[in-house]
Each structure stands twice: as C-alpha cells, then as structure tokens.
C-alpha cells in the first residue's frame, strides 16, 4: 500500500512539472508573438511579421499540447470513450488553418515590396532580433528537461524559431552597414514559404488520421501476417487499423479459426493473440474469434 502511494505521488508531481514546463512556454511564447506584431509593425519589417505569424502557429501548438497534458490523467467517458487523444488532431487542424491565413496576409505584404522595398527601421529590427534569439533560446532550455514526445515536439519547434532570428538577426547587421531594403521582404518570403511547406506535410497527415487511414500500411500488414500464422487461424477479416492522434493506435479485427475448440484451449489462443499483438504497442485491441461455418455479422456492412 505505502509503494503504491508512492508511485502515484510521483506520477502526480511529474505531470504537474510536465504542466508546467509547457504552460510557462505557452504564457512566453503568447506574449512575445504579441511584441512581435506590435515590433514588426513600427519597424516596418515583414520577416519580422512573417516570424510573428511562424510564432503564432507555435504558441497555438504549445497552448493545445498544454490543453492537451491537463486532460491526459482524465479518464475515459461513456461519451468520450476512447479518452481525449484526438484533441491533438483537432488542435493540429487549427494550427493549419491559422498558419495559412497568417501566410497568405504575410505573402501580400511582402510581395509587392520585392519591386518597391523600403528600409525597415533597422535598429528595431536587431533589438527585437536579439530578444526574440534570447526569449526562444530560454524556452529551449527550459522544455529540454522534458521527457514527453509533447515536449520534444514543441523543443524542435522553438529551435526553429530560435534560426529563424538568428536569420533576423544577420539580415538587420547586414542592412545597418549595406543599403539594401530588399533583403526583408525576400527574407518574410523565405520563412513564409518554409512554413507553407510544413504546415501542408503536417496538415496531410492530420487529414488522413482524422479521416482513420492505417498509420502505416506495412504495420498493418506485419499484424496481419502474424495472427494468420497461428496454427489454429484459418484467416483474418474485417481488419481495421486506426491510429486516435498519430501515437496512440487502435485495432479491431475478426479471427477465422480452423476448428471448433473448447474454452480452455481459446484461452491459450487468446493469449498467443495478446503476445503476438504485445510487439506492435496498441492502445485498445478488440478480437472476435469465429468459428468453422459461422456467419459474421459484419459481412452485410
């Protein structure tokens, strides 16, 4: 009893950590892309705003990761059976939507620039370029000690942010020596298009699992092949294989056995099923054996 309570004290003070780390990030994250507009704005800097608009779409990520941590120790619902894993699609197809909106506007900014530019006010520019390199770099330090998948995601995004102004920062050192304006509107392009890229690889694969597409094909067909190979298997039907948010897989599927056996000797089968299907890490399982002759209700569906 006292090693049980233990352990969960534990659990409880590590998500609490884990909480805290991402919601700090979330709070930094939000208030600089707020200075950035703002600073992007009264110097007239597009890359500027293009990396407000990139640090939008990562303070939304941060902020449903946050969401998303708080609810991970809820339990599943009668309603929300399968718990509440798939806020992290809903959250990623809002992120998308957002970054596409916000890079369409930077795009018609910054484009017509290329054929007029104008000098932004350079000054501003390096000292936002300096704080934006700071503020990032100590979000990285701080999500670092994270060990969740979460917070290794949302390190790798603040690294990005953290060479987007470096980039900032050497274009601004540039400009304050050579006259030469149009180097911020190529510079917005640049980190426009980058995020344009990633937010429609992202935004594809979101699609697909949102739309319960195996997570991958080869899998499926391993998990297949291996329940098949039981001596006792005649065959594997109504198969699905679905992943909740990209980590967290589900499976469901119809096994055909070669004969009629007894309760004892399904036992045994089912626990050959739940070995072989250990190797794979699936959140939820669900097995229908039948047997020789038998009509599967789900043929007509």
Known sequence: MHNHNHSHNHSHSHQHGKDDRIGWAFFLNVTFTIIEFIGGW????????????????DSLSIGFAWILSRFSDKEASDKFSYGYRRLTLFGALINSIVLIIGSIWILFEAIPRLSNPEMPVVEGMLGLAILGVAVNGYAVLKLKAGETLNEKVLTWHLLEDVLGWVAVLIVSIVLLFVDLPILDPLLSIGFTLF?????????????????????????????????????EVNGVHHLHFWSLD???HVLTAHIELVEKIDVDELIKLKEQ????????????????FEFPKETCRDDAN
């Open 42 to 57: 009264l110097t007239n800097s597009t890359a500027i705003m293009a990396d407000a608009v990139h640090d939008l779409g």
């Open 246 to 248: 990209g980590e967290s």
């Open 273 to 288: 099923v739940a070995k072989r299907l250990s190797a794979y890490r699936l959140s939820h399982t669900t097995i229908e």
């Open 195 to 231: 995020i344009l890229f990633n937010v429609f690889k992202n935004l594809k694969s979101t699609i697909v699992l949102f739309l319960q597409a195996a997570p991958d094909e080869e899998t499926q067909e391993s998990i297949k092949e291996s329940l098949t190979n039981l001596p």
